[in-house]
């Protein structure tokens, strides 16, 4: 059984992968209009796996015989006219839902709950990895600057994401 805390904690952590989803999305619809369609690629497949992640909450709140309340999607910006400056917002989202699960996780602890504790280790060791992953993207983006060609290359590159 969750917590009341714990369950409305849980709740609010599937709003923030549904909106990390919707957020990649609307990424994704900017680069298509910048004609970056390895980008829109890369984020189209982003948004994706974040959707997966609020079905896991979803499922394991489920499991957990607690119910499920979905909330509104705030809108997502979509102002963005460079690359980087894009994918350096993706890490800064990233780094921001890092936070979330470590608060999740500190919370969990505190509520005596080690299944939920245990259930969240695998989001732990995925957000080491996307951070890892958008991180190298922005290295290799700084390398090239606004040199057309290269931005070609990475974007080529980006669009091989499987
Ligand atoms: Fe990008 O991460 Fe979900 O959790």
């Known amino acids: 059984m969750l917590s009341p805390k714990m369950l409305q904690a ?7 992968e549904l909106y990390s989803s919707y957020l990649y999305l609307a990424m994704a619809a900017r680069c298509e209009a910048l004609d970056l369609p390895g980008a829109a690629h890369w984020l189209r497949l982003q948004s994706k796996e974040e959707h997966e992640h609020a079905m896991k909450f ?3 709140v489920n499991e957990r015989r607690g119910e ?14 460079k690359l980087c400056q894009l ?9 921001y839902i890092s936070k979330r699960i ?9 509520e005596n709950d080690y299944a939920t504790e245990n259930f969240l280790q695998w989001f732990v060791k995925e957000q080491v990895e996307e951070e890892a992953t958008v991180d190298a993207v922005i290295k290799r983006l700084r390398l090239v600057g606004e040199m057309p060609q ?10 091989q994401r499987s």
């Open 10 to 16: 849980l709740n609010d952590q599937i709003n923030a």
């Open 58 to 60: 979803f499922q394991y």
């Open 68 to 81: 499920v309340k979905l909330q509104a999607i705030k809108e997502p910006p979509c102002s963005w006219n």
């Open 87 to 95: 994918f350096e917002d993706v890490l800064a989202h990233e780094q």
């Open 102 to 110: 470590n608060d999740l996780v500190k919370l969990a602890r505190d």
């Open 150 to 159: 290269g931005l070609f290359f990475i974007d080529r590159e980006l669009g």
